[in-house]
């Protein structure tokens, strides 16, 4: 195996590490696949060809993202919005799942990943459904991030709400979270938020839905003046 030291910073916290990726219990690559590591005195990244492992420390339980045909990877950097900061993470695109990258260098995490044949030239669109993926799990923050680097989707609608387009909803849930501690920063949020909805409103079939739309981006601006 391959290992290139890397700088580390602190370990995540348990909250931080069950947030960083899906958690198989055991650490499983295929035996088809060689291994290429990306390492550090606390924290290793060990990519194969069917999967990747993040391992916080030698005796610590990892965390793995399987790899399906046809899947494309993304590394999204360092990441703050409204004070609030997201460390770098390894995404595999259109699928919801990450690993956290905090302490790696991104440029040798990417050419680890591509020696073992990971691609990383998918289409941007498949982020659309991160973007839902992470709101879903109340990581808007980091759905905000994604998109602003592959978006944006203006006649996506979100889940279960055919009334509210994606970014809509995405905004909305950052105002909501900060309207407590941040006055000024949820303002604007939800003024992002009202934007955004009136744009997927004009992405209407009928008169119908289109009055419908505005009148939750009405709803949704009238939050910022409340």
């Known amino acids: 195996m391959l290992c290139l030291a890397v700088s580390e910073t602190a370990q995540p916290t348990t909250s931080g590490r069950v947030e960083a990726g899906v958690i198989f219990g055991i650490f ?3 035996s088809g696949g060689g291994f290429y590591g990306v390492s550090s005195r606390r924290r290793q990244l060990e990519v194969g ?25 993304r590394i999204l950097p360092r990441f703050t919005l409204y004070g609030k900061t997201r460390q770098p993470r390894l995404v595999f695109l259109g699928r919801g799942g990450f690993l956290l990258l905090r302490g790696f260098r991104l440029d040798e995490v990417r050419r680890a990943c591509e020696a073992q044949g990971w691609r990383f030239d998918g289409d941007p669109a498949l982020a659309a459904r991160d973007v839902q993926s992470w709101l879903h799990r109340g990581q808007s923050v980091e759905a905000v ?18 009334r509210t387009g994606l970014e809509a909803a995405v905004f909305e849930d950052v105002g909501d979270k900060l309207a407590g501690s941040a006055r000024a920063s949820a303002r604007d949020a939800y003024q992002r938020a009202g934007t955004a909805q009136r744009a997927f409103a004009g992405y209407a079939r009928t008169a119908e839905e289109n009055a419908d739309r505005l009148a939750e981006a009405d709803r949704i601006s009238a939050k910022a003046h409340g």
């Open 49 to 73: 060809r069917e999967a990747i492992v993040s391992r916080p420390s030698p005796a610590g339980q990892p965390f793995t993202l399987t790899g399906d045909a046809g899947d494309t990877l």
């Open 145 to 162: 991030q994604l998109l602003g680097l592959f978006g944006p989707f203006p006649a996506a609608a979100a889940d279960g709400e055919p």
């Open 28 to 30: 499983i690559v295929a």
